[in-house]
């Protein structure tokens, strides 16, 4: 294992931050690492993952109580995720946590536990799909769920600790507290970008000549690949236009920005487009032989993904015709 210098923090059941020593799990984190987000709820709700993805969900327990959740980078590259987990794993059953459930990457079941597992945003908490580690531990009603990432240049890891002690419903949040002044990110939903800065109405003529067009106002929840069961102008209308014209056959075509591994990121850009034509399908009655759903990852971005404002851009739902021959 890489050798690394540590130092000590406390994780923040019901105290917020604290020097070593102070009641609650002790955590030493790499010296190079910092924090760069934390979020405290006095009272809230958090589901400890107890086992892999199946069956359209992680089996787990739910636990009511202060949740607190934090993101460490540091800033050094690491050998691997378990040059990472391995310390805090041992802290934590050395502090008599015991390990609940542990994972890696495809054996937690990819990026569908990923998905259905509470993960802070991007730049803060980094995934890479491919790569990753998860564990959760439990002493009495403390409960603490580490997730462990890297990139090219840096290591990531979540951490996020439930204190159920004393809490009975109907409890009253506590006002005491307060976590640091880091880094609160807004995290964003996925939203299809529209081709212009004016958002016209996707017409047919355009996709005879033009190519390929984005279509504008689809919008996934963060990490879903699900559209959400509501109105989309830019499809009512692709539909329309294509049940006046039953023999052309188009294919809708998902993109992703850069996180994350390629083969993982065409999986999840095939599953959006997947969702636009069962919206097309089912929705409208559009036959089912003249749509397709492909992902091209992250292969063909339109803008710059060393940026928030371009990663976001590169994550779109395209669509093109692909009848070569076509008689209006």
């Given at each position: 294992m ?12 019901l ?25 405290t ?45 391995v ?6 059953e ?33 995934i ?30 979540q951490?996020i ?7 009975t ?10 976590s ?31 190519g ?17 069961d ?17 023999k052309?056959?188009?294919a809708?075509v998902?993109h ?13 850009s ?5 969702s ?7 929705k ?8 397709e ?17 371009g ?9 093109m015709?692909?009848?070569?021959q076509?008689?209006?």
């Open positions: 890489a050798k690394h210098s540590w130092h000590v923090v406390a994780v923040t059941f105290t917020g931050w604290h020097p070593a020593g102070a009641n609650g799990a002790q955590l030493e984190m790499p010296a190079e690492s910092k924090a760069v987000f934390q979020l709820e006095p009272l809230a709700s958090y589901t400890l993952p107890l086992g892999p993805f199946r069956d359209g969900g992680i089996p787990g327990k739910t636990l009511e109580g202060r949740v607190t959740k934090t993101a460490w980078k540091t800033e050094n590259p690491i050998r691997s995720t378990m040059d990472l987990l310390p805090l794993r041992d802290q934590l050395s502090q008599g946590f015991a390990v609940l459930f542990a994972c890696e990457s495809f054996e937690c079941g990819g990026f569908d536990f990923r998905f259905a597992t509470p993960v802070l945003p991007e730049p803060e908490m980094h890479d799909l491919g790569d990753y580690r998860y564990l959760t531990a439990e002493k009495g009603e403390k409960a603490v769920t580490l997730l462990i990432s890297r990139s090219s240049t840096a290591g990531f890891v951490v600790e439930v204190d159920a002690t004393g809490v419903n109907g409890a009253e949040p506590s006002s005491e507290t307060a640091p002044a880091l880094p609160q990110p807004i995290q964003t939903p996925f939203t299809a970008q529209t081709p212009t800065p004016s958002a016209e109405p996707l017409k047919g003529d355009k996709l005879l000549t033009g390929s067009t984005i279509l504008d106002g689809l919008e996934f929840p963060s990490g879903s690949t699900t559209l959400p509501k109105t989309y102008p830019s499809l009512d209308e692709l539909a329309g236009w294509l049940k006046s014209n039953p052309l056959k188009i809708v998902g992703t920005d850069a996180s994350g591994g390629l083969d993982v990121n065409i999986a999840i095939k599953k959006r487009a997947g636009v034509r069962q919206y097309l399908i089912e409208h009655g559009v036959s089912a032989a003249q749509v759903a492909e992902g091209a990852g992250y292969l063909a971005p339109i803008a710059s993904n060393l940026t928030e404002e990663r976001r851009a590169n994550r779109r739902v395209e669509v015709v692909t009848s070569t076509f008689q209006p």
